[in-house]
Structures are given as C-alpha cells and as structure tokens.
C-alpha cells in the first residue's frame, strides 16, 4: 500500500545495513518474555514455597541476633571499661603493695645468738624484677606465664588451654588448672586491694581463704583488676610485686626471703638451679618446699630448667649442667627448724608478739643446739636399735640447768618435728615412783635422817568411800626394817606410803607444788605412788630444784623479745630460780640417797662413766607410762616413755628403756665438760655409846683396900 507522500522513511532495522546491501538470511522467530518478567527475585518467591519461607525465616533470626550479640558486645565492652576505669583509679602507687605481710616475723636465736629457728611471715627485703637475678626472672616467666610480655592481663589462649585440659583430666572446666597469667595472680595476691580488717573476718586464715576463692565471680573481678594493674603499671612492677609477696615455703614470703632462707645468699647472686627451684616452690610452696622434701624440690627444678630452655633462656649444655647438679640447701638452712622447742617458745609468749605479730620480732633463746642434736641422736639410736620395728610407743625427753632453763627438747620420735604434738609439754601423764623424791624431800625438811628406818611389811588402810586399800611392791615380797634410802632406791611402794602418812599428805602435797608440780595432786595414800599426772617439763624442773639445793624453779626457754633492729627488751624470761622449798642440807642428803638409786638401786643404767649421776625411775600403773628423771652436776634431764592411747607398755620400765636413753643423752651431753661432784651430802651414821665402868661390889672393895693398906704397912713400918 503507497501513501500519499513521497519516500518512506527506513525502517530502524534497516539502519543497520548498508544501503543497497544484501539483507541477512532471516532467523526462525523464537518469542520471548518481556524483560520485566524475568526477575529472579521473582520467581523464587513464587516457586520456593514453605522452604522459602522457612529460609528467610532463618535469615530474619540471624540478622537480629547478629544486632543483638553486637549491641550486648559493646555495652559489654563500655561497662568493662568502665570497671577497669573505676579499679585503675583505686590502684595505690607501687610501694604500697611490695610488701603484703598481714603478720610480722619471729626470728629465734639461741643461747650463742644464732638463728635456729624461723616463724610467721619472713620477707627479707624489697625487691624489683629489675635487682633479682635475670635467671630467676626468667625462671618464673618460663613456668607461670611465658606470654606474661605480651597479653593484656588476661590470656584468652591460656584460659582455653586450662580449660581443655581440665575437661581432658575429668575436672569440671574451672577446677584445676586456672590459665591465670602472672597479673591475674598478682591481682590475687593483694586480694584484690582488700586489706585484711580483723572486724569483718574472724582469722587471717579466713581472709586468705576468701582471697584465693575461684568462683566465677571472683575470676571476673580478677580479670577486670588484672586489667586495671596493666594499665596502672609497667611489666617490670607487676613483676616486682609478684616477687615481692608470692610465698615460696619456709615460712618465706618473697624472693629475697626465700633466697636468704634456703641458700644464704640476696636474690641477685642466684644461679639458674636456685632461681629454678625457687619458681618451681609457686605452685605448692608448702609442698615443694626444699626444707619439707629437698628431692621432690630438685625435680621440680629440673622441670622448670627445660622449661626455660624451650623458651631460649638457656642453652641445651646450661641446662644439662644445672639439672646434673641440682641447687642444695645452705648449711644453716639444713640447721633451722627448732622443731618442738621452738614451737614451745612461741607459745610461751605473748600472742601479740610471737603467733599474732605485726611486727618483725627477734626472741633471744636458752637452746643449746649442741645439746639438742646429741639429745635427738640418742632418741634415734635406741629406738632404731631397741625398740621392735612397727611400735607405736612415743617419747620425749628434756635437757635443763638447774635454773630451769631449757637447753634442749624433743617432743616425739619425729625428733625435729614443727607443729606438732609436743609430748614434753602437753602431755599430762601419770608420774608413778618418779613422785616418791618429793615424799623423801618432806621427810627430811622434818628432820629426819637418810638412815632411819621404816618397816615394809604388810599394811593397808582403809579409805573413805572406797573401803580397805593394800599397796603392795612392785616384786610383791616384803624386805622388813628397811633404812629410807634402801626403800628409795629399792622403789618399795609400802614403806613410801608410810612415810607420806607419817609426815602429814598435806605437807607432801605442798612441797610438790612447791617445786613445780602445778597439776591437780590426789589426795589420798596413793599419792606417794604417783597416782597424780605432770608433764615432763614440770618433773624436769621439780627435779633442778633438788640439784639447786632447795628451791623452786620455773622451767624457760624464752631469755629476751625485742622488735627486729632495735635493742631494748620488750620482755624477759619470767623463768628461773624462785623461793626455798626445803633447807639445802635436806635438798643435799635427798640428791645423796638419789645417788644411790643409781649406783645401788633400780636405776643403775643411767650410771655415767666418769661422773656422779642421781634420778629416780617410774612406772605408773599398768605400766603405760614409764619415766627415768635425773641429773648429774651440771644438768638435768628427763625421759618418758609411752603411748598416746594409754595403752601399757610391754617390758619396758622406767629402769629399762627410758634410763638408756638417759644414758645416751647424757653421755653427749656431758662430753668435753669439766667432771664435778654432786652437790650431795652423806648422812652420818649416829654414833654408838661407849660402855660406861661398872662400879665393883663392896667386898672387893674392902679387899683391894686392906691389901694396899698392907703394903703400905710394911714398907714404912719394916724400919722399926
């Protein structure tokens, strides 16, 4: 069809062709969708279905949760913040947290003024990570937080590794290991800034114990503290702290005074094996300590040598080498303990200046530690040598002067024992025959002599509200008209019982108090066997009043306390020799009859070679308790022997076993000194009279008479 117009106008199509040019062969129409109608979108809306749905569903949870976790993270991190803030700001300048003790230190020393024996908290000094030995800075590093250089106070790392392992071992996942970094441990170790009130804890132990909880809660505030000392302090001071207050055994609280106690040497002259042990005490102090058990200490060392070659500090020969020849105590520290003498030291103070103390206190001692290491051998001896494998029998023994003053103590047959229970102070036992001396110490104050005499022969008494009472000797046999110092030796129980009932049992019971011994006495006849109980200090000291001629002592150990640095005395010993008992000629012929107690009585092996020896045997009843107390002229010494069930002993004596040990300690302590007589007077024996003249009889009187009368006649009267 043609239009009106001229010329058609092209087509847009032809546009693409030349003019007159051959047009493309034409293509099979194929029909399409219009553009719109092919959005994807689209067409998996219509065509998912429930699993479209569902889909999305999920999208929608996880974007909204994505929102949530991400706002709750920085709410997180500004209330963090603003904890570690608020902690930074309470933080106190760095000397105020060197030195943490919550109690002082005792020192003991003594009769020369060496130290012997450690107590309370002992810190010897402050020291910086900066002034202690590289190797021991390194040692520490190397076993409690090797990234201690580069985390933030906290080690996440850690944290996951301590917890993998303890699921890995059958804990629950904050039980055990702790992954707590070097901070989070000095953060502990000031208890979080909380200082130690007496009005809101009841006992410092309760207060350590709160500061070392590990509850989640207290892990938290820990990692917030931790955070706070980062930004508070340099590495080198959160270090110096830790050195400064971390406890390392001993009694020890911080490296110098670990050094000092174990190796007598400053923190900073500490080679790679001491500084090793000493970081390996971190984990168990108490247990690992080298004083407690020197082997478990030295492997624990050797540990932490390989440790701190892993981690470059030291070179494969270092460590071999130091591993091969493991650190050793100092010689004085192998020396310190005191065990029960000073434990009884510390007691006899006041608490204020010796359990409780705040301050650093020196107490000045009566120890011989010459003595008490002859005294500890000599229980050693006998025991390993005459004492049948396996028994359960205890002893303890007590070396004084006669002023009461105690040089040394053994409380049990872990000779060298600390905290534990003493035997020679605490023990309250049955004083059998070793009473009777007190009997006989009566007597004589009367007037009477050690040659007079007493019947032993059958007697008994009858005894309000327990009826008819008979005591019988030992050997149940009967020796007649005995002198009182054969009865004494002898240890005959009837003629003893006599003599108490003569002289008067309130007087007995007098001069036994009077000499010492303070425990509720029985006042009846068997008084005179021992019935009543004592300690073994109160016999020893009962005795040195006898061997002093007479008076009273009060057994001591504790001579001077005074503050650390300073000069005067806070307190004396409040011991020593107190008032007359009986008159000193009385005291003189007791010690003698005693004296023959041993060379002619039942307590012949404490005899000395070289010396005069005067004690007294006893056996309570039954047998559980079997004592041996005597003296030579320069000391007195007591042993007893038992168990601590009160069960009786078998075979044993007090003139058996406990004289033996007598003996062996006596021997070691007597060795090298002077010989002197015992201040002992022999009783004289009365004198027997004359035979008087008889007068003659009277016949030979007058007989006599008439023959001198006789020759007197005849010489004068022969001359005429």
């Known amino acids: 069809m043609s239009t009106s117009k001229g010329k058609s106008k092209r087509l847009v199509a032809d546009r693409r062709y030349p003019r007159g040019g051959a047009k493309p062969a034409a293509k099979p129409t194929r029909t399409r969708k219009p553009a719109a109608r092919r959005t994807p979108s689209r067409r998996k809306r219509g065509g998912g279905g429930i699993l479209g749905f569902f889909g999305g569903l999920v999208r929608w949870i996880f974007r909204l949760v994505w929102r949530v976790t991400l706002s709750a993270t920085v709410v997180v991190a500004l209330l963090l913040g603003a904890a570690v803030l608020y902690v930074y700001s309470t933080l106190p300048e760095l000397n105020a947290l060197l030195d943490g003790r919550a109690r002082g230190s005792v020192t003991l020393l003594d009769r020369n003024g060496d130290v012997f024996a450690l107590r309370g908290d002992q810190f010897g000094g402050v020291v910086t990570a900066e002034s202690v030995s590289p190797h021991l800075k390194n040692a520490v590093v190397a076993t409690e937080d090797r990234r201690f250089y580069w985390h933030f106070g906290v080690s996440p790392r850690g944290v996951a590794s301590a917890i993998r392992i303890n699921l890995r071992e059958g804990r629950g996942p904050l039980s055990g290991h702790g992954g707590s970094t070097i901070t989070q441990q000095t953060a502990k170790l000031v208890c979080l800034g909380e200082e130690y009130d007496p009005d809101i804890w009841k006992t410092e132990a309760e207060y350590v114990s709160d500061c070392r909880q590990g509850s989640l809660m207290r892990k938290g505030r820990e990692a917030i503290y931790a955070m706070a000392m980062e930004a508070k302090y340099s590495k080198n001071e959160i270090l110096s702290i830790y050195l400064n207050r971390a406890y390392m055994g001993g009694g020890a609280y911080g490296a110098e005074a670990a050094a000092q106690r174990y190796f007598a040497k400053p923190a900073a002259a500490l080679n790679p094996a001491e500084a090793a042990m000493l970081a390996g005490l971190l984990t168990a102090p108490s247990t690992l300590a080298p004083t407690s058990n020197l082997k478990r200490s030295q492997d624990r060392a050797a540990t932490v040598l390989r440790l701190m070659y892993d981690q470059g500090y030291l070179t494969e020969e270092e460590m071999r080498q130091y591993q091969s020849n493991p650190a050793v105590l100092s010689s004085g520290a192998q020396q310190l303990g005191g065990g029960y003498f000073a434990d009884w030291v510390m007691q006899s103070g006041p608490d204020f200046f010796t359990r409780d103390t705040t301050e650093d206190v020196v107490i000045e001692t009566t120890l011989d530690q010459r003595i008490q290491r002859v005294t500890a051998s000599a229980v050693e001896k006998i025991f390993a040598e005459k004492v049948k494998s396996g028994s359960k029998a205890q002893v303890a023994v007590v070396v004084m002067s006669a002023d009461g003053a105690v040089r040394g103590m053994v409380g049990g047959r872990d000779t060298d024992a600390t905290g534990l229970f003493n035997r020679a102070t605490q023990a309250v036992r049955q004083t059998g025959s070793a009473f009777k001396p007190f009997v006989y110490a009566t007597a004589l104050e009367l007037g009477y002599s050690p040659l007079d005499t007493v019947e032993d022969a059958p007697y008994c008494l009858n005894i309000p509200g327990s009826g008819q009472w008979c005591p019988e000797n030992y050997s149940r046999r009967h020796y007649g008209v005995v002198t009182l110092t054969e009865a004494l030796k002898r240890s005959l129980n009837i003629p003893a019982v006599k003599v108490s009932e003569t002289v008067g049992r309130d007087l007995v019971l007098r001069v036994a108090r009077d000499f010492g011994i303070h425990r509720e006495l029985t006042d009846t006849p068997a008084l005179a066997l021992g019935a009543s109980e004592a300690t073994l200090l109160e016999m020893t000291g009962a005795y040195a009043g006898i ?8 057994p001591y150990g504790l001579r001077v306390l005074r503050l650390k640095g300073q000069n005067d005395p806070l307190m004396g010993s409040g011991g020593g020799i107190g008032e007359r008992v009986v008159r000193e000629e009385a ?10 107690v041993v060379t002619e009585g039942t307590g012949g092996r ?18 559980r308790d079997a004592w041996f107390v005597g003296f030579t002229a320069d000391y007195v010494t007591g042993v007893w022997m038992g168990y601590d069930d009160n069960t009786p002993l078998t075979g044993v004596t007090g003139s058996g076993l406990p004289a033996e040990i007598w003996h062996e300690v006596m021997v070691g302590v007597e060795e090298g000194l002077p010989v002197q007589p015992l201040p002992m007077s022999e009783p004289v024996p009365p004198k027997v009279p004359e035979p008087q003249p008889q007068p003659e009889p009277e016949e030979r009187r007058r007989q006599k008479q008439s023959i001198l009368e006789q020759v007197l006649r005849d010489i004068l009267g022969g001359g005429n």
């Open 606 to 623: 404490a005899a000395l070679p070289d010396r005069q020896v005067a004690g007294k045997t006893g056996t309570s009843q039954e047998a």
């Open 547 to 554: 061997l002093n001629g007479g008076s009273s002592v009060t």
């Open 587 to 596: 005291a003189r012929q007791l010690v003698w009859m005693m004296h023959k």
